[in-house]
């Protein structure tokens, strides 16, 4: 079992440009969730995710934000017209409970 | 929504001895703690969960304690090592359903010194 799985492991992006961020999860796994982690902080929920339905995005920002998880490939976060606030480590997780796996994350870096 | 305060931020320990983390939530309705080990760079690992219906659990050097009534969680580390340096975070579920968000912690930086 490969774990949860994310690519790119870094990402560049000049303000204003798309960030696609993918994780696939564990084998087995229906149930995905994204987190932002800022320098020095904790993990805030982003979200929540099964095959082909957004259960939760109440911690996605209202713009610029797009979460998805098509019945065939990974799940996709994208952030359009990137700022430098977006800067971040984004994390993945599956689950098929509740104890999650979280994959090594996308560091993004604006600038 | 739930709100989880974590303290300290930073601690400081001699290697050998036991540190304590503390968390409180605020949500009731919450049945699911876990706690997450990071180190610089990587992922969160799930060192540790416990469930509301218990009120201890240990895994070798790690223990936590839940107060349902409280509404505080607790990790120990005892007889710590230079490798358990790093920021830990604790967790609550909102408890809906079998599988749902986090809401963590602001995170403990643990030290431990020679």
């Known amino acids: 079992n490969a774990g949860v799985m994310q690519n790119p492991r870094h990402l560049v992006r000049r303000r204003g440009q798309e960030a696609r961020l993918r994780c696939s999860p564990m084998?087995?796994?229906?149930?995905v969730y994204w987190y932002r982690q800022l320098p020095e902080e904790g993990l805030k929920f982003m979200v929540y995710?099964?095959?082909?339905?957004?259960?939760?995005e109440s911690g996605m920002p209202k713009e610029r934000f797009s979460a998805e998880f098509p019945k065939e490939g990974p799940s996709i976060l994208r952030i359009q017209q990137v700022v430098r606030g977006d800067s971040a480590a984004y994390f993945c997780?599956?689950?098929?409970?509740?104890?999650?796996?979280f994959g090594s994350g996308t560091r993004l870096t604006v600038v | 929504g739930e709100n989880v305060e974590q303290h300290p931020s930073t601690l400081s320990v001699q290697e050998g001895d036991s540190a304590v983390i503390k968390c409180t939530y605020s949500?009731?309705?919450?049945?699911?703690f876990p706690w997450y080990k990071q180190e610089l760079g990587k992922r969160p690992q799930l060192i540790i969960d416990i469930r509301s219906n218990v009120g201890e659990k240990k895994d070798q050097r790690i223990a936590v304690t839940l107060n349902k009534t409280a509404k505080h969680f607790s990790l120990h580390i005892t007889e710590t090592q230079p490798e358990d340096s790093a920021v830990y975070f604790c967790?609550?579920?909102?408890?809906?359903?079998?599988?749902?968000?986090?809401?963590f912690g602001t995170g403990t930086r643990l030290q431990v010194t020679l």
């Open positions: 967790a609550a579920s909102d408890g809906t359903g079998t599988a749902s968000k986090l809401t």
């Open positions: 995710l099964q095959k082909e339905n957004i259960i939760d």
């Open positions: 997780a599956s689950s098929p409970s509740k104890g999650y796996t």
């Open positions: 084998k087995g796994h229906s149930h």
């Open positions: 949500d009731s309705a919450s049945n699911y």
